[in-house]
C-alpha cells in the first residue's frame, strides 16, 4: 500500500482536531502560526543581503592584475573595463565629428557669457546616433594647453558651475575656476532629477524614467552620459596639439559619470570625483538609475579605481546630495552623503587592490570633516597639478556676465531626454534582429541538433539573464499539516528548506480515491503579482483565479500552489534592487524553489516523475516562461494572461500598457532586448508542451502583439520542428483571468489523464 493511500484511509477515522494535527506521511507536523508568505519574504531578505555581504572577497576571481609595469598593469585589466563597459551600455561606435558646434542667435552675440578672464560658448556635440551631448565651453583668457571636463550632479546644471547662474557659491564654480587657472573647460549637461507623473501615472524622476527601457535594451543612463563625456574626449584629441592633457571632475552624478569616464578611456589623465565615492554595498537603496546589473559581482568604487591607475586619482570626500525619493509609481530611494570612514576605506582598499604605490596614484582629500563644501581649493589644486603639472588655482575672479539670450534650461534638459527616449525606440525596432543574431547558432535542422545546441543557451539564461547562487540546495526536511478537507479531497500546507534562510511553501490538494501504487499528474498551479497559494485554490480571488488549482483536483489531477516572492510591494521590489548588482534576480531564488518543490513532489509515491506540469496566470505566467526553462523537470508550461511581446512592453513609450510608467520598477531585465523574448525563452521550454492562454480584453497588452510573438514560438514547434501539437494558443472573449477550457483540454492530453465524463 502507498504512503499516501494508506494516510488517506488513516484521516477517514480521524476526528476534525485531530486532522490538523496530522502531517503527511514522512513529514514532520508544520507548527508555524505566523504569515508563511511573509516569511519568505523576510528570510529572501536576509538572504540576499548576506550575499551581498559575500560580493567584496568574491570579485578577486575576476582580477588578474599584473603589477609589473604600468603598461602591463593597463593591459592586464583591460577585461575588466571592457566588462564595465558591457554593463553601463556604453557598446555603441560614437560618431566622429571635426569641432563642436556654437549655438548662438544670428543677430546677436556669439558669447553665453563672459568676464575679464573667461569666455562661456553654448554648444553642441555628437555622441551615439542622434543623441548629442550639450552644455558649455569656457575658454580661457591665458590657456595653459590643458582640457578639463567639468560634470555638474543631475540637480545642477551647467551655467550654475560655470558662474552664469545663481545656486553655488562662486569659490565651488568648479567648471569657471579651472578655466579662470588656464585650463578650456568642456560642461555638459547631465540628465535631472525632475520628478512628476509620466503618461499622468507612475511619479518617478527623469533619470529612472530613461532608466527603464535603457536597462531593458542592454543601454544606460550611466552609459549614454559617459558617451557624451567620451566624444568631448574624442574632439579633445582631434585637436592635433601635442602632448595633450585632458582631465575630468565631476560632483555628485557628476562624479559618477567622472570616476566611470577614467575607469573606461586611458586618454583621460587625471579625474577628480566629490560628492560620489563610497563602498557601493547599498547601492540598492540608491536611485535605480544608478543600478547596474552584475556591478557587485566583479566591482565596487574601489574596483572601478584600480582601472583609473596608474593614473592619479583624486577622491574628495564632501557632502554629497542628499534627497529621498517616495514610492508612488518610481523605485524608493535615498540619498545621502558618503561616510568619510567608509570612504576612507575604500580608497585604501582601491590602493590595496593596485598593490604598487607608484601604481596607485589616489589621493583622498576629506573637505571639513567629510561634509564640507565640494571642489574645494586643495581639490581643484589637486586635479589641476595632476593634468598640467605646476598648474595653479587661481582666486575667484570676477563675476561672468550673462549673454544676450539667456538658455532655456528646461528646454534644453527635456530636449536632451526625448533624445534618448528615441534612441531607445529605435533600439527597440532593431531588438529582434539582435536576438536573432545571438540564436544564429541554434540549429533547427533536426530534433536532436536542436536539444543539444539549446543547452548553450539555457546556460546563459540561468547565469547570465536569470541569475544562479552556486549553492548546494538543503535537505527538504518537509513540515506538513492538513488544512482542509472535502468529499473529494484533501488540501496540506507544505514547507521546504532550500538555502538557509529559504524555503519553499504551497498548498498541496490531493484527490481522493488513489488507488494504491497508482501514480498521477501535477499541475504546478502559481499565482500572480500579490497573490498567495489561497488564491488558486479559491479562498480569494474567484473572479480571477476560477479555483483553477481545486477544479484541476476536481478532475483528479494532484495540485501544487507556491507561494511566489512578488507580494508585499516594496518589500519584494526592493528584492529584486538587492538581487540585481549581484549578477542575480527575483527568480534566483525562486527557481531553486521550484527546483526544490519538484524534487519533493518527485518523491511522493503517487506522483509520476514525468508528468509534472506548470500554470501560472500574470506574474504566475511570467514565472511560466522563466521557470521551466530552467526547472527542466517541468514537463510542460502554462502561460495565462501574461504571454506578450514582452520587451515591447517594457519598453515601448507609445502605449500606455507599457511598464514605463507603471509602478513595477523591479520587472525591467537586464538587456532582454538582446538576448530573451519570450519567444527566445519559450525555445528553451521547447520541445515540451507549451501553451498560451489569452483573454481579448486582457489590459497586459493588445492581441496583435500577443499574436505577433506566439508567431514565432508556434513557427519553431510546428515549421521547424515539426512538433504539430505542442504549441497551442486560447483566445477568449474575456479579461485578465483563468478561463480554464482549452488549458484544461491541453493538460489532459499533454499529462496522458482523461476528461471527466460529460
Same mark, same amino acid.
Given at each position: ?17 485531530e ?7 514522512n513529514?514532520?507536523?508544520l507548527?508555524f ?25 568574491a ?39 571635426q ?42 583668457a ?6 578639463i ?21 562662486? /569659490? ?21 532629477r ?14 529612472e524614467?530613461?532608466y527603464?527601457?535603457? +536597462? ?24 592635433n ?25 586611458t @586618454? ?11 563602498? @557601493? ?5 540608491e ?12 566591482f ?26 517616495p514610492?508612488q ?19 585604501d ?18 573637505s ?22 605646476g ?9 561672468l556676465q ?11 534638459e ?5 533624445? #534618448? ?13 539582435i536576438?536573432?543574431e545571438f ?16 543547452e ?6 540561468r547565469?547570465e ?22 468529499? /473529494? ?55 480571477i ?5 481545486t477544479?484541476l ?12 516572492l ?22 534566483? #531564488?525562486?527557481v ?9 513532489l ?19 505566467g511570467?514565472s ?19 504571454f ?14 507599457s511598464?514605463?510608467f507603471?509602478?513595477? +520598477? ?5 538587456n532582454?532586448?538582446?538576448?530573451f523574448? +519570450?519567444a ?27 499574436a ?22 486560447e ?15 491541453f493538460?489532459h492530453k ?9
Open positions: 500500500m502507498s504512503r499516501v493511500f494508506a494516510l488517506l484511509l488513516v484521516l477517514g477515522f480521524l476526528s476534525s482536531g486532522l490538523a494535527a496530522q502531517p503527511l506521511d513529514t514532520k507536523p507548527t502560526e505566523g504569515d508563511l508568505a511573509s516569511e519568505i519574504v523576510t528570510g529572501a531578505d536576509k538572504f540576499l543581503l548576506r550575499q551581498l555581504k559575500n560580493t567584496i572577497d570579485r578577486k576571481r575576476y582580477w588578474n592584475r599584473d603589477t609589473s609595469s604600468a603598461g602591463a598593469y593597463v593591459d592586464s585589466v583591460a577585461p575588466n573595463r571592457e566588462r564595465l563597459a558591457e554593463i553601463t551600455g556604453v557598446v555603441d561606435s560614437r560618431k566622429s565629428f569641432d563642436l558646434d556654437v549655438l548662438a542667435r544670428t543677430d546677436g552675440p556669439v558669447e553665453a557669457g563672459k568676464s575679464e578672464l573667461v569666455t562661456a560658448f553654448n554648444v553642441r556635440w555628437p555622441s551615439v546616433r542622434e543623441i548629442t551631448g550639450v552644455g558649455l565651453l569656457l575658454k580661457s591665458k590657456p595653459n594647453g590643458g582640457f571636463i567639468a560634470i555638474p550632479d543631475a540637480d545642477q546644471t551647467p551655467e550654475m558651475i560655470s558662474g552664469l547662474a545663481e545656486g553655488i557659491p562662486a /569659490n565651488q564654480q568648479f567648471a569657471r575656476r579651472l578655466a579662470e587657472s588656464g585650463f578650456t573647460v568642456l560642461v555638459p549637461a547631465v540628465i535631472s525632475e520628478y512628476g507623473p509620466r503618461n499622468n501615472r507612475g511619479r518617478m524622476t527623469t533619470r524614467f530613461l527603464r527601457s535603457s +536597462y531593458e535594451l542592454g543601454r544606460h543612463l550611466i552609459g549614454f552620459e559617459i558617451q557624451k563625456v567620451l566624444a568631448l574626449v574624442d574632439w579633445c584629441e582631434s585637436r596639439v601635442p602632448d595633450t592633457r585632458i582631465g575630468v571632475v565631476g560632483y555628485g552624478e557628476g562624479g559618477l559619470i567622472a570616476l566611470y569616464s577614467a575607469a573606461l578611456d @586618454r583621460i589623465d587625471a579625474a577628480l570625483v566629490s560628492g560620489y565615492f563610497d563602498s @557601493r554595498q547599498d547601492m540598492w537603496s536611485p535605480v538609475s544608478r543600478n547596474v546589473y552584475s556591478f557587485l559581482d566583479q565596487g568604487d574601489a574596483e572601478v579605481a584600480s582601472l583609473v591607475a596608474p593614473r592619479p586619482l583624486i577622491i574628495e570626500a564632501s557632502k554629497g546630495p542628499e534627497f529621498e525619493l514610492s509609481g518610481g523605485a524608493p530611494a535615498v540619498l545621502d552623503t558618503p561616510d568619510p570612514k567608509v570612504v576612507g576605506m575604500e580608497v582598499r582601491a590602493k590595496a587592490l593596485i598593490g604598487k604605490d607608484d601604481l596607485a596614484q589616489i589621493s583622498l582629500i576629506v571639513g570633516d567629510g561634509h564640507g563644501a565640494f571642489a574645494s581649493e586643495k581639490a581643484l589644486q589637486a586635479v589641476a597639478q595632476s593634468v598640467i603639472g598648474s595653479k588655482i587661481v582666486p575667484s575672479g570676477p563675476a550673462p549673454g544676450a539670450v539667456a538658455t532655456d534650461v528646461k528646454a534644453r527635456h530636449a536632451q531626454a526625448d533624445e #534618448i527616449e528615441a534612441h531607445t525606440q529605435w533600439l527597440l525596432t532593431e531588438s529582434h534582429f536576438r536573432k540564436f544564429k547558432d541554434l540549429d533547427t535542422s533536426s530534433l536532436e541538433a536542436y536539444e543539444k545546441t539549446v548553450p543557451y539555457r546556460d546563459y539564461f547565469h539573464t536569470i541569475g544562479h547562487f552556486d549553492l548546494p540546495m538543503k535537505e527538504m526536511n518537509p513540515r506538513t499539516r492538513l488544512i482542509k478537507e472535502t468529499e /473529494n479531497w484533501r488540501q496540506y500546507d507544505v514547507v521546504l528548506d532550500v538555502f538557509d534562510d529559504i524555503i519553499a511553501y504551497g498548498i498541496l490538494t490531493v484527490p481522493k480515491g488513489i488507488a494504491k501504487d497508482e501514480q498521477r499528474p501535477v499541475v504546478v498551479c502559481q499565482h500572480g503579482l500579490e497573490g498567495r497559494p489561497q488564491d488558486v485554490i479559491g479562498e480569494e480571488k474567484y473572479h483565479y476560477s479555483a483553477f488549482a477544479k483536483a476536481d478532475r483528479g489531477f494532484i495540485t501544487f500552489a507556491p507561494q511566489n512578488y507580494i508585499f510591494t516594496d518589500r519584494f521590489r526592493t528584492l529584486q534592487r538587492k538581487s540585481y548588482p549581484q549578477r542575480k534576480t527575483l527568480f534566483s #531564488i525562486i531553486p524553489q521550484h527546483q526544490q518543490i519538484v524534487n519533493w518527485k518523491s511522493q509515491p503517487n506522483v509520476d516523475d514525468d508528468r509534472i506540469a506548470f500554470y501560472g496566470l500574470s506574474y504566475g511570467k511560466a516562461m522563466r521557470i521551466p526553462p530552467l526547472v527542466t523537470d517541468y514537463c510542460l508550461s502554462i502561460c495565462s494572461a501574461d506578450n511581446e514582452w520587451v515591447f512592453k517594457n519598453a515601448t513609450t507609445q502605449y500606455n500598457f511598464y514605463m507603471t509602478g513595477e +520598477y523591479e520587472i525591467f531585465e537586464w532582454l532586448g538582446g538576448k523574448n +519570450y527566445e525563452m519559450a525555445y528553451l521550454i521547447c520541445p515540451r508542451p507549451f501553451m498560451v492562454e489569452r483573454g481579448h480584453f486582457d489590459g497586459v497588452g493588445e492581441d496583435q502583439w500577443v505577433y510573438e506566439f508567431g514565432k514560438v508556434r513557427f519553431m514547434y510546428q515549421g521547424l520542428l515539426k512538433l504539430k501539437d505542442k504549441a497551442e494558443i483566445w477568449f472573449d474575456g479579461p485578465h483571468k483563468i478561463n480554464a477550457v482549452e488549458t484544461f483540454n493538460l499533454h499529462l496522458n489523464w482523461p476528461k471527466p465524463k460529460e
